[in-house]
């Protein structure tokens, strides 16, 4: 069977309430910044994106915050809803490198009743 | 809708016997990636292609090959599956670089269990 895995972070929060998700990167001159939402047995979903000219981006009730100072992301979902609990992963790219992504550890978000 | 395809989404094979894990796209991307992902953790890279150029990890054992014979497929044979391979396995797909948006599109994933 697998191996048993890292424990991933766990934010609790109420329904309704807003979340807010952090991710410390890792590249100074990783410079386009994605989150991705990972429900149970499924694959990463696209939420929003970021580029590193850019220190805030909205999307539908998400935002996404960056700090290059820090190296420091965020992402807030206002009105936190059930269907929100997931595991977000936070992903950057140096763009003129390579094809890849480096993803952060995740943090698992626990909706609340 | 344009998409990634993976099948089948569960997969279960027995210790050493080998087994091949499909993907197809039809948002014609030229960048297909296949990760391996085990509980509580990030997705990991095994290898990529761009176009017909293959790009293996330096960590991938040798048990993970791959074949792209076109555009749209792309496919994951582990030759002596182990039971350290029992994981989720994504494929994606991307446009290429300078492209401004190397964004990775998710497939749902084929779930292996190694018996």
């Known amino acids: 069977g697998e191996s048993v895995g890292l424990h991933l972070p766990t934010l609790s929060v109420q329904e309704g309430d807003n979340s807010i998700i952090n991710c410390a990167y890792s590249?100074?001159?990783?410079?386009?910044f994605i989150w991705y939402k990972q429900e149970s047995g499924k694959g990463p979903q696209f939420i929003i994106d970021?580029?590193?000219?850019?220190d805030k981006r909205q999307g539908q009730r998400v935002t996404v915050l960056l700090n290059k100072t820090v190296k420091h992301l965020s992402l807030q979902i206002a009105a936190t809803q059930p269907g929100d609990s997931a595991v977000y992963f936070c992903?950057?790219?140096?763009?003129?490198?390579?094809?890849?992504?480096?993803f952060g550890k995740g943090t698992r978000l626990h909706i609340l009743p | 809708d344009a998409m990634v395809i993976q099948n089948p989404r569960y997969q279960v094979t027995q210790f050493g016997k080998p087994v091949t894990l499909s993907c197809s796209q039809t948002?014609?991307?030229?960048?297909m990636y296949w990760y391996q992902q085990k509980s509580s953790q990030a997705p990991k890279l095994l290898f990529h292609?761009?176009?017909?150029?293959?790009?293996n990890e330096a960590d991938t054992p040798d048990n993970f090959q791959s074949r792209r014979p076109n555009t749209s497929f792309c496919f994951l044979d582990i030759r002596s599956p182990g039971l350290g391979d029992a994981a989720m396995y994504l494929c994606?797909?991307?446009?290429?670089?300078?492209?401004?948006?190397?964004?990775?599109?998710f497939g749902p994933g084929t779930r292996l269990t190694v018996l």
């Open positions: 994606a797909t991307s446009l290429p670089r300078p492209s401004p948006y190397n964004t990775q599109y």
């Open positions: 590249n100074s001159a990783s410079d386009y």
């Open positions: 970021i580029r590193s000219n850019m």
């Open positions: 992903a950057e790219i140096e763009v003129n490198r390579d094809d890849k992504i480096i």
């Open positions: 948002l014609n991307h030229n960048v």
């Open positions: 292609y761009y176009d017909k150029d293959f790009n």
